[in-house]
């Protein structure tokens, strides 16, 4: 019987080479086509290589068989159990990626992320207490490794140890290279659980941090609304309107709800011409007492179709009513069908009538 010819294309090599410059199908395809009669074929590399091929391809409980094949054909190399703790806390089998890491040894105490893998691994196995050790572990082992802070702050929030919580965000953001968005999101995950003040206190130190940002100046603005601090949140939506435009129309808002009826108004004025400007401004007149600058707004309330808002005819309706137009009052309230409206031009009616029966009991 004549002997097999030698096959003149190295599969193995080739699937190497392929897989190292990202072809990761054509590497398949290679080591699909490897004699495995050959005698001297290098199982382990093979497995391995097949192990890795399957982990790019997402195919990761196969990956772990290759890279036991490879293990039990002798592969002395501790890096193939990273690798299978990585596939596995793809796969949920946390218990597995823990098993595999400790079977790494020492090799795995050189990895910053493969304590941050651990650590994660216990908390979804919701073994917290070892979760808060691998990261202690890891912290002594990395202390340039700042991450650990940043993982660790999301296990403390949902452990409500909101203080120690606050110590990892602000040692984080003092000494990580964090960018403006990451800060934020460490004073969102305050708000969300319902710790303002923790969030006001962090959203501080970031306006010390980003003097320039109106996001995070408009961040702790809306934390001091939710303490109710209306007029620090204006003052801040102020600052913010000369950082970014776009946010003159709330700090106009909140100096009328702070009271601040000129500055306000003046805030008001900055605005482009918007029916949102003009709407704006009969609330601040409304509320401000200015009465007939609401009444001399009528016909520009008329040209921007907003005297259609129903709330924009009564606020006119009323203000008729306060300078004693009770006739164009009366024309205004004609054309309210909105129920809780209507109630009120109903009030508004029987006071004009007071006022025509006996001056005296008119409630202007």
Known sequence: ??????????????????????YVQKAHEELVQVDLEDKNLDFIRYYTLFALVASKQERYAESNTYFQHAIDAGE??????????QNSFKLEAYADAIDFI??????????AAT?????????RLQQHEKALDAIRHAITLFQNEYMFYKQRFGYLVTLELYQSALEDANFYIKNASV??????????????????KKAVELAEELQ????????????????????EMIQAAANLFDVASYKDAKYTSEAAEMLRRAK???????????????KEKLKQRVAIYLEYGAYERIVVSHNALKRSGLVEDENI??????????????????????????????????????????CKNDGWECEL
């Open 313 to 354: 005819r009564y606020a006119l309706a009323y203000a008729y009513y306060m300078i004693g137009d009770f006739m164009a009052c009366e024309q205004e309230l004609q054309a309210i069908t909105r129920g809780d409206l209507f109630q009120k031009a109903t009030e508004l009616r029987k006071n004009i009538q007071k």
């Open 260 to 274: 601040k009826f000129v500055l306000a108004l003046y805030k008001n004025s900055q605005m482009l011409e918007t």
């Open 115 to 123: 304590h941050a893998l651990k650590a994660e691994a216990y908390w």
């Open 179 to 196: 960018d403006e968005q990451t800060a934020i999101a460490f004073v969102n995950a305050f708000a969300k659980a319902k710790q303002t």
């Open 76 to 85: 002395q190399n501790k890096a193939l159990y990273l690798y299978m703790a």
């Open 208 to 227: 010390l941090k980003y003097p320039y940002s109106a996001t995070v100046t408009v961040l702790l603005a809306h934390l001091y609304i939710d303490l």
């Open 102 to 111: 400790e079977k790494a040894g020492e090799l795995a105490n050189e990895k």
């Open 1 to 22: 019987m004549a002997a097999k010819p030698k096959d003149e294309i190295d599969h193995l090599a080739l699937a190497a080479l392929l897989l190292k410059d990202g």
